[in-house]
């Protein structure tokens, strides 16, 4: 496992940085914005990091245990493509009822993040990967992520507080670590 300096340094020269999207990117858990679909745009998170990834050449990844639709929302409100969403698909009969989730996807089973950024390596070739997240899902998400940020702007979550090496409270301490290089 990489030291807290060897982390900070594959953040500052990641191919891709993948973002946990409930209470991380957005301010609440998922399920709730889905209440209240029309505010998912003010409750995006800090905006300039994405922006000063994609600055640096450095993709942008939403994985989420989330929903599709919403996290889309999220993604368009950040300029990430939504082919770089992977999230949990809602099924609906004709009829428009609930029909479940798609359980095909990656994100639906444990492990999911850590399969999508499998994916990501083998498909794009990605040499360094970090993944950002509040929750035990980001966490177990590395390995095969090169580096874990634990998150905790939004909730705090005990168990990522006390195993992260890496744990921050706002992404303007990741700015100022893009800054250094």
Not at 47 to 66: W, Y
Not at 98 to 123: C, M, N, R, W
Not at 152 to 163: A, D, L, P, T, Y
């Amino acid at each position: 496992m990489a030291s807290l300096l060897e982390m900070k340094e594959i953040f500052r020269n990641a191919d891709a940085v993948c973002f946990d999207v409930d209470s991380t990117v957005i301010r609440e858990e998922g399920i709730d914005e889905l209440a209240k679909f029309c505010g998912v745009g003010d409750a995006v998170a800090e905006m300039e990091l994405v922006n000063r990834l994609h600055q640096r050449g450095v993709q942008v990844f939403l994985v989420s245990g989330g929903f599709q639709s919403i996290v889309e929302h999220v993604a368009l409100q950040l300029n990430i493509p939504t082919a770089n969403v992977f999230a949990n698909r809602l099924k609906f009969y004709f009829n428009g009822e609930y029909a479940g989730f798609d359980e095909t996807q990656p994100t639906a089973e444990s492990g999911g993040k850590g399969k999508v950024i499998t994916h990501l390596k083998e498909q794009f070739h990605f040499k360094k990967v970090v993944m950002i997240g509040d929750g035990a899902t980001d966490m177990e998400a590395c390995p095969p992520a090169d580096c874990f940020i634990g998150f905790g702007g939004n909730v705090i979550r005990k168990q990522v507080k006390e195993k992260a090496k890496w744990y921050i409270t706002h992404f303007d301490e990741l700015l100022k670590e893009l800054e250094e290089q």
